[in-house]
């Protein structure tokens, strides 16, 4: 399925606060870099999949810099990353696109199961295969999981 883990480090413009920005099983890592040119004090931040709403990049209209930008569902944020370099950028966001796919597609075919069993049960209750106590049991238990 997914790789452990791989490292993809975009080579930022001078003037950027990001460094590198990581692709994690659970989430993209992106490092901040400290405004202070004598501190090399890196802080991260953790974007699940599943909260990434939009990947997009593009050439920006002041700037010769390519810029990734990444919207996401937590607080609203938007974040712009300038790039130096486009190919690097068009395959970095190629792969970030496949691992939010993987993760929503995996949350979806688990919730889709979950429900054909609770069907299935149903329709065991339905023909008397299965009593009301047996059935609640079996409800409860993949209503926990979901």
């Not at 790789?3 to 659970?26: M, R």
């Not at 810099?65 to 919207?71: D, M, Q, V």
């Not at 486009?86 to 190629?94: G, K, P, S």
């Amino acid at each position: 399925m997914m790789k452990k883990e791989e490292e993809i480090s975009l080579p930022c413009n001078h003037n950027s606060n990001y460094g590198n920005v990581i692709l994690k099983d659970e989430g993209l890592c992106i490092s901040l870099r400290s405004n202070n040119p004598l501190s090399d004090t890196v802080k991260s931040e953790l974007i699940k999949y599943q909260d990434i709403l939009n990947v997009r990049y593009g050439k920006g209209l002041l700037s010769k810099w390519p810029k990734l930008n990444i919207e996401t569902a937590a607080n609203s944020k938007k974040i712009e990353i300038n790039v130096a370099g486009l190919e690097i950028l068009q395959e970095f966001v190629d792969k970030l696109n496949f691992r939010i796919f993987q993760v929503k597609n995996k949350e979806n075919m688990t919730e889709q199961s979950l429900a054909g069993k609770l069907k299935e049960a149903k329709e065991l209750l339905d023909i008397g295969a299965l009593s009301q106590d047996e059935f609640d049991e079996i409800k409860q238990k993949y209503l926990r999981e979901f």
